[in-house]
């Protein structure tokens, strides 16, 4: 009896442990103590945006332990999005040198300098920049290099121990359309068909 009692037990801590373990928002990898984004930013149509909270632990608290947020956004719109201001009540870009690739662990893709190019705080993701922060650092926008296309997602991390209504978003800048395969085939036959034109005018010369 008392064996099945501690295989029951055994497997209900294993079971938490795992149920711990599972990100809901996997659109950022594992950083110190997250597996995943504590806060997940959906552009969606007509440029409404939300902000969901993962509430399972490890992924409901700060990354660091203290005061870090992971923060990932998701395009589900149709079109492509070149960045998106934020805003907050406190000082979410007042960042102070503790970003993700300074954590253990911290995600694989971290470069050997610690900063993933061209950004400088060490809060950026690959591909993510910041721009227009305020002096007290409460406002700024995240540029997403290349544009954000539709599917696709990108992660940062944002200073503080913050609540989902703390990360508030602005308006999504536009960065464009994604072109239709039927554009894309055109455009490649037309590059295709250039060498044969060009040589046909050096031939009527």
Do not use: H
Not at 3 to 13: E, H, N
Not at 43 to 49: D, E, F, M, R, S
Not at 63 to 85: C, H, M, Q, R
């Amino acid at each position: 009896m008392r064996i099945r009692v501690f295989l029951f037990s055994a497997a209900l801590l294993l079971g938490v442990a795992s149920l711990q373990a599972a990100a809901l928002f996997p659109q950022c990898p594992p950083v110190g103590n997250n597996t995943g984004c504590q806060f997940l930013i959906t552009i969606g149509a007509n440029n409404a945006v939300t902000v969901a909270a993962d509430p399972n632990p490890p992924n409901n608290g700060p990354y660091d332990g203290v005061e870090d947020t992971l923060v990932g956004v998701l395009n589900a719109s149709t079109g492509v999005v070149a960045s998106l201001p934020l805003s907050s009540t406190t000082d979410i870009f007042g960042f102070d040198g503790d970003g993700p690739c300074t954590q253990s662990p911290k995600p694989a893709s971290c470069p050997a300098s610690g900063l993933f190019s061209p950004d400088t705080s060490g809060y950026a993701g690959p591909n993510v920049t910041f721009s227009g922060i305020n002096p007290a650092n409460t406002s700024g926008t995240v540029n997403f290099t290349g544009g954000l296309a539709p599917g696709q997602s990108r992660w940062f991390a944002l200073e503080e121990s913050l609540t989902a209504s703390q990360i508030v978003p602005g308006t999504p800048n536009p960065g464009g359309s994604v072109p239709e395969p039927a554009t894309l085939l055109m455009l490649g036959g037309g590059l295709l068909a250039l060498p044969a034109l060009s040589r046909r005018r050096r031939a009527a010369r």
